[in-house]
């Protein structure tokens, strides 16, 4: 039996799974299962899974459409191993991940881990900046998993993992946004373990154009709420730098517009910044002039969500009904 479960919901995108499947087939321990959970696709990814059985020991599952937490609990009731692992369908794993996570948890156990993400040498330019954007500390995407010194690591559910143990005690993931931080903050808050593991990365493929990622983004401002209403002592000063530089960049075009063109040089200064970082990171010019318009899509869409949020659930107080709903929400 394998040690570790494998578990991926899928929505419409069975290129990924055969990337993700070819990615898995090629890990040098395979002392794991794959379990691949079709959560009401209409195009399905099953001939892609058959064509993996001889090389993955993979299952597939096909439900009803119900959001990508219920599926993700719907393969862990049907896992045979004694850690689950999350990764998201756009993920491709480095040969080594179970290798070297097998070593990590062998040298310090831990119940609840997560582990970074990167760009692939074969991903696109705008997947490079999008990359960069989430990950960048300028852009506030290091408190994201990057750094080992944050206070409270929080594992996201495209590259993490509990024990068995954890499951029982405290079950699986909640439909909601941000579930996996949801997850993460019930995990620590009954006492288990957590902890970064950075040598486990995934190659993380990300959204594919600026618009699905300011909508995604967005959505990620407005979850940042939900969460304050859930766990109120959970929002740091760090998660409303976005909503701060919206305002803040907002604020000083108009200066620029209607008092002295000087105002704007503060932005100009910043980006200026995140392009050399870039650079430095990267080796690519035109990942770098990317990033620059892939970090403020972030930060801009992200500071609207968290706003309009801000003021629609906690000023006027329409965040109660979501609040006590979600809370019923059992994780099973």
Same mark, same amino acid.
């Given at each position: 039996?394998?040690?570790?479960?494998?578990?991926?919901?899928?929505?419409?995108?069975?290129?990924?799974?055969?990337?993700?499947?070819?990615?898995?087939?090629?890990?040098?321990?395979?002392?794991?299962?794959?379990?691949? !959970?079709?959560?009401?696709?209409?195009?399905?990814?099953?001939?892609?899974?058959?064509?993996?059985?001889?090389?993955?020991?993979?299952?597939?599952?096909?439900?009803?459409?119900?959001g990508r937490s219920i599926a993700r609990n719907f393969g862990i009731e049907r896992a045979n191993g004694a850690y689950f692992i999350f990764f998201d369908s756009d993920c491709v794993i480095p040969p080594d991940y179970f290798a070297t996570l097998k070593k990590a948890l062998k040298?310090?156990?831990?119940?609840?881990?997560?582990?970074?993400?990167?760009?692939?040498?074969?991903?696109?330019?705008?997947?490079?900046?999008?990359?960069?954007?989430?990950?960048?500390?300028?852009?506030?995407?290091?408190?994201?998993?990057?750094?080992?010194?944050?206070?409270?690591?929080?594992?996201?559910?495209?590259?993490?993992?509990?024990?068995?143990?954890?499951?029982?005690? !405290?079950?699986?993931?909640?439909?909601?946004?941000?579930?996996?931080?949801?997850?993460?903050?019930?995990?620590?808050?009954?006492?288990?373990?957590?902890?970064?593991?950075?040598?486990a990365f995934v190659y993380h493929k990300r959204r594919v154009n600026f618009l699905k990622f300011a909508r995604q983004t967005y959505v990620f401002g407005m979850s940042r709420i939900t969460l304050k209403l859930l766990y109120p002592k959970s929002l740091k000063l760090v998660h409303c730098l976005p909503a701060v530089f919206l305002v803040g960049t907002v604020t000083l075009i108009l200066l620029s517009i209607f008092w002295h063109w000087w105002a704007i040089l503060p932005l100009v200064v910043y980006f200026a910044a995140i392009f050399i970082d870039a650079l430095c990171r990267t080796r690519n010019l035109v990942v770098a002039l990317m990033a620059v318009p892939a970090s403020l899509v972030m930060l801009c869409s992200y500071g609207l969500g968290f706003l309009k949020a801000f003021v629609w659930k906690i000023v006027l107080r329409h965040g109660r009904d979501e609040q006590q709903e979600i809370a019923m929400r059992k994780g099973k």
């Open positions: 039996m394998a040690y570790f479960s494998v578990i991926v919901p899928v929505y419409n995108r069975p290129k990924e799974v055969k990337d993700l499947l070819e990615s898995l087939a090629q890990q040098t321990d395979k002392d794991f299962e794959v379990l691949i !959970v079709e959560d009401g696709s209409t195009e399905r990814c099953y001939d892609i899974v058959m064509d993996y059985k001889d090389k993955v020991d993979v299952s597939y599952f096909h439900k009803a459409n119900e040298k310090k156990y831990v119940d609840c881990f997560g582990g970074p993400d990167a760009a692939a040498d074969d991903f696109t330019l705008t997947q490079k900046a999008i990359n960069y954007a989430m990950t960048s500390f300028l852009t506030t995407g290091g408190i994201r998993g990057g750094k080992v010194q944050l206070e409270k690591f929080t594992p996201r559910s495209f590259n993490m993992g509990y024990s068995r143990d954890v499951w029982h005690k !405290v079950g699986g993931f909640r439909e909601m946004f941000s579930e996996d931080i949801d997850m993460s903050t019930r995990i620590r808050q009954a006492g288990f373990s957590i902890s970064l593991i950075r040598e």
